[in-house]
């Protein structure tokens, strides 16, 4: 993304932020660069019921796990990953 366009990224859900939203994905407006961290904290300012698990997610970016400063562009498949527990 060039520093003034603006592009929906659609974000996949898994786990509780799933059961949060109700929904399997929802999509976040964005303007570029993006990173994955900013991405997280746009997710969370335009869906504050996530903000609580915040420091709980980790970003998949093309089916990689994403640092936070790593760079996510229109059409990457993004996801986000909370921890799961369970035996």
């Known amino acids: 993304m060039t ?3 603006v592009a929906a ?5 898994f786990s509780v932020l799933k059961e949060r939203m109700k929904s399997r994905s929802v999509r976040v407006m964005v303007s570029g ?3 994955a961290g900013g ?9 504050p ?20 400063e790593d760079p996510v562009r229109p059409g990457d498949e993004v996801a ?6 369970g035996g």
């Open 9 to 13: 990224v659609e974000v996949q859900l």
């Open 39 to 47: 991405l997280l904290d746009a997710l969370c300012a335009e869906y």
């Open 80 to 85: 986000v990953i909370t921890p799961v527990s």
């Open 3 to 5: 520093e003034r366009s």
């Open 49 to 68: 019921q996530l903000g609580p698990y915040r420091g709980l997610m980790v970003l998949a970016v093309n089916q990689a796990y994403a640092r936070s």
């Open 33 to 35: 660069p993006l990173t």
